[in-house]
């Protein structure tokens, strides 16, 4: 079990979402950086689809109440375990009355936190994630508070007492940590109403510099910069959106729809971003910046191809360290 000391700004039970629902009217929610939530639950001994917590810029105090094995992924929000950096990209053992706090942002925006076996969350519609603004799923639909407290799932018979038996508290390797930049070049496709902006626009998309808006959240990130006009306005029928479509409402700066974006909209389509460079886009804090750069439908499916080769690569060699080290 583990105790929210602290919450810290927003931290919340995700996992990768509640798919197949969006034709009903409900979001799926989920991770914002699906990657490093994967490789935090595969460095934990989970499933990649387990619950992790979500951390978000300013991070909880978390006192474990009993042994665990946990790993932390994604942006580098300073993690420390009983007042000692804690590195991430790594597995490690948690003696009971361990205290994990967070520090000062020094790259990306979110941290995930896995632990072994798990959450012991209720399943709605098929998933863990919680949807903040509904107040559905996660930890009674809403961010964790100060003195909450978490059930973990048990683990099989022995495998806790097999890493509890190591005379270090951490394996000896870790995984490459992802590169977040404070100014990324994301990858993007032309989307469906492209060819209604005009020239000027269709050129600006990938030659300017935009901005996150302070107004940003994990619905969608606004950003500020060179304003897009379509070349004449027309009323559009709403239709469906996904995780890093961008669209263009009628004050002319872009917005990238993330986890916790609506099921349709109504503006207009300028791109869809490459789903491998989405954690890019959700690791940006308000103020960085991001610049667009075009890329075909099958160069990106073929990004994605390879992360996901690269993905079931690092399950295969972190099962056989962990069995080494165990």
């Known amino acids: ?8 700004l927003q931290t919340a039970v995700q996992d990768l979402g509640r798919t197949g629902f969006q034709r009903y009217g409900v979001i799926a929610s ?10 935090a639950n595969l460095l934990a001994g989970n499933a990649e689809t387990a619950a992790t917590l979500e951390i978000a810029l300013s991070g909880p105090v978390i006192e474990f109440e009993a042994d665990h094995f946990i790993a932390i992924c994604g942006g580098d929000l300073s993690p420390s375990l009983d007042g000692k950096p804690l590195t991430m990209w790594r597995g490690h053992f948690v003696r ?82 992802a590169r977040y930049h404070e100014q990324p070049i994301v990858r993007m496709m032309p989307g469906r109403q492209f060819t209604l902006f005009n020239e000027e626009s269709r050129t600006r998309i990938f030659e300017e510099t935009f901005t996150v808006s302070a107004s940003s959240d994990r619905m969608g990130y606004r950003l500020e910069g060179a304003e897009l006009a379509l070349e004449k306005q027309e009323e559009l029928i709403s239709e469906a959106v996904a995780f890093g479509s961008v669209q263009v409402p009628a004050d002319g700066n872009p917005i990238v729809l993330l986890a916790d974006r609506q099921t349709t909209g109504g503006y207009p389509k300028i ?3 490459a789903a491998v460079d989405l954690p890019l886009i959700s690791q940006l804090k308000p103020g960085e ?34 069995e080494e080290w165990t």
């Not at 610049?291 to 160069?299: L, N, P, Y």
């Open 1 to 8: 079990m583990l105790t929210i000391r602290k919450s810290g």
């Open 30 to 39: 989920g991770v914002m950086d699906p990657f490093a939530h994967r490789i």
């Open 96 to 177: 009971k009355g361990s205290i994990l706090s967070f520090g000062e942002p020094k790259r990306g925006a979110r941290s995930y936190v896995a632990v072994a076996g798990s959450f012991d969350i209720p399943v709605v519609m098929d998933s863990c994630s919680t949807y903040l603004r509904a107040g559905i799923g996660g930890f009674h639909g809403r961010a964790l508070k100060n003195g909450d407290s978490l059930q973990t799932l048990p683990l099989p018979a022995g495998r806790l007492e097999a890493l509890k038996n190591q005379n270090a508290q951490a394996p000896d390797w870790l995984i490459p940590p």
């Open 271 to 273: 791109g869809q971003v």
């Open 289 to 322: 910046s991001l610049k667009f750069r075009h890329i075909s439908v099958h160069d990106a499916q073929q990004l994605y191809i390879e992360q996901e080769q690269q993905i079931r690569q690092l399950k295969i060699a972190i099962q056989m360290k962990r």
